[in-house]
């Protein structure tokens, strides 16, 4: 129905910087919303950034200031700019979108990408 491919992940130094993307595909009758959740090892699946077709976004505390999220509509695409970044930031991050597929809304995620900082 929805396919949510990610790219961007790896290895990086604190205080390094990383960009993800993902795009979507399949057969979507319009996006509500696009965002990256972070799973860190042994840890629940925790909002990183949220935006809405409109624009309007949604961080979680530990990244206002570092991390940017954008979107690209027309290719049903979003963004994750991360700098500054700290160990902490370590976990494997999910694609997330929030999808109408022939009238059926749904949830959809990515098959994550691995992202490691060194300290």
């Known amino acids: 129905q929805v396919q949510l491919v990610e790219s961007g992940g790896g290895l990086v130094q604190a205080g390094g910087s990383l960009r993800l993307s993902c795009a979507a595909s399949g057969r979507i009758s319009s996006i509500n919303a696009m965002g990256w959740y972070r799973q860190a090892p042994g840890k629940q699946r925790d909002l990183v950034a949220l935006i809405t077709s409109g624009g309007s976004t949604n961080y979680a505390d530990s990244m206002k200031g570092r991390f940017t999220i954008s979107r690209d509509n027309a290719k049903n695409t979003v963004y994750l700019q991360m700098n500054s970044m700290k160990p902490e930031d370590t976990g494997v991050y999910y694609c997330?979108?929030?999808?109408?597929?022939?009238?059926?809304?749904?949830?959809?995620w990515g098959q994550g990408t691995q992202v490691t900082i060194s300290s």
């Open positions: 997330y979108a929030d999808a109408t597929v022939r009238l059926v809304r749904g949830g959809y």
